[in-house]
């Protein structure tokens, strides 16, 4: 019995595939968003002011750091949680590929999140005439908690690893 339980536990993993394949989805969807904003912007390139050009390009980062996210996960996740990715020689694996451990991707979700909110919050202080006190002040704290939980997840592994050695 205890072998049979194992056995669908250690299976359930495959669960996983689907919510990967979904994210795949999510990473064409921010593709299409990326080049509507360009192509929206193409018109306008020569009548937008200075700040306008800067967020929509601050946009266009957003989303390329978002799908780098999205990448960086369905990629290591996968080789972590289901199977080895087999690369053949003709074509070269990411360099982090194989490397990332469960922590390591923790780590790097963490300053993903950071940059991602960094971007956003250089949107919001460079549109401040048009947003209240209150909401930029929010936005600030939220940042700083994004920017307090990666600096204590990375002191957290780098304990984990002393404690190991």
């Given at each position: 019995?205890?072998?049979?339980?194992?056995?669908?536990?250690?299976s359930?993993?495959?669960?996983?595939?689907?919510?990967?394949?979904?994210?795949?989805?999510?990473?064409?969807?921010l593709?299409?968003?990326?080049?509507q904003?360009?192509?929206?912007?193409?018109?306008?390139?020569?009548?937008?002011?200075?700040?306008?050009?800067?967020?929509?390009?601050?946009?266009?980062?957003?989303?390329?750091?978002?799908?780098?996210?999205?990448?960086?996960?369905?990629?290591?996740?996968?080789?972590?949680?289901?199977?080895?990715?087999?690369?053949?020689?003709?074509?070269?694996?990411?360099?982090?590929?194989?490397?990332?451990?469960?922590?390591?991707?923790?780590?790097?979700?963490?300053?993903?999140?950071?940059?991602?909110?960094?971007v956003h919050?250089?949107?919001i202080?460079?549109?401040?005439?048009?947003?209240?006190?209150?909401?930029?002040?929010?936005?600030?704290?939220?940042?700083?908690?994004?920017?307090?939980?990666?600096?204590?997840?990375?002191?957290i592994?780098?304990?984990?690893?002393?404690?190991?050695?």
């Amino acid at each position: 019995m205890e072998k049979h339980v194992e056995r669908i536990i250690y299976s359930s993993r495959w669960l996983l595939f689907p919510v990967y394949i979904g994210l795949s989805f999510g990473f064409v969807l921010l593709t299409a968003k990326f080049f509507q904003q360009i192509f929206h912007i193409i018109p306008e390139l020569f009548s937008i002011s200075d700040s306008g050009l800067i967020l929509t390009v601050l946009s266009l980062v957003d989303i390329a750091l978002v799908g780098g996210l999205l990448v960086m996960v369905m990629f290591s996740s996968y080789e972590n949680f289901i199977l080895k990715m087999t690369v053949d020689s003709q074509h070269k694996k990411l360099s982090w590929m194989g490397k990332m451990d469960v922590n390591s991707i923790k780590n790097k979700v963490a300053s993903s999140i950071v940059a991602i909110s960094s971007v956003h919050l250089l949107k919001i202080f460079m549109e401040a005439e048009k947003v209240t006190d209150n909401k930029i002040m929010w936005c600030v704290i939220i940042h700083l908690a994004f920017v307090v939980s990666a600096f204590g997840m990375t002191y957290i592994d780098r304990m984990s690893k002393i404690q190991k050695h």
